[in-house]
């Protein structure tokens, strides 16, 4: 995915086995897709707090925070209780709406982490693609809506 591009539509279930679907959420305000590799490993985690801790910021933006990993419905219900998440995860077990948005491979290995803008069209406004600083991932995230 390019900034300027408009981000696949996609349906997958999130951590309470609902479907969530990104096209019906569109014309809303805007939509922050973070991409990451595993529930409860040290950055992700820290990277899933950051998005919780400044939720109410994206809230008052009205903006939405979704997080999509290969884990089960399962997992992602046991890191959003760990860690009291207040927003969806997704569950993208065999990486096809990863595939779509063309989020690279970290190291050429595993899943990559990248954190998607999209604004309430659905066009791409922002990326951010950093393996190791899960934290700044939000802060990324917060400054694009800013100049949307």
């Known amino acids: 995915m390019k900034i300027g591009e408009i981000a696949p539509d996609f349906t997958l279930p999130d951590q309470n086995r609902q479907l969530f679907n990104l096209g019906q959420h569109l014309g809303k305000g805007p939509i922050v897709v973070f991409f990451y590799p595993k529930d409860g490993s040290p950055v992700c985690t820290a ?50 709406v990863r595939d779509a948005f063309k989020v690279p491979k970290a190291f050429g290995l595993g899943p990559g982490r990248v954190t998607y ?32």
């Not at 903006?63 to 999509?68: P, Q």
């Not at 309430?120 to 802060?139: T, W, Y």
């Open 47 to 96: 990277e899933a707090c950051s998005f919780r801790d400044k939720f109410a910021v994206f809230q008052t933006m009205g903006a939405l925070v979704v997080g999509i990993s290969t884990d089960s419905e399962a997992s992602h219900q046991k890191f959003v209780a760990d860690n009291q998440l207040p927003y969806t995860l997704l569950s993208d077990e065999k990486g096809e």
């Open 117 to 148: 803008i999209l604004d309430k069209q659905g066009i791409v406004r922002g990326i951010f693609s950093n393996l190791l600083n899960g934290k700044q991932h939000a802060e990324e995230a917060l400054a694009i809506i800013r100049k949307l």
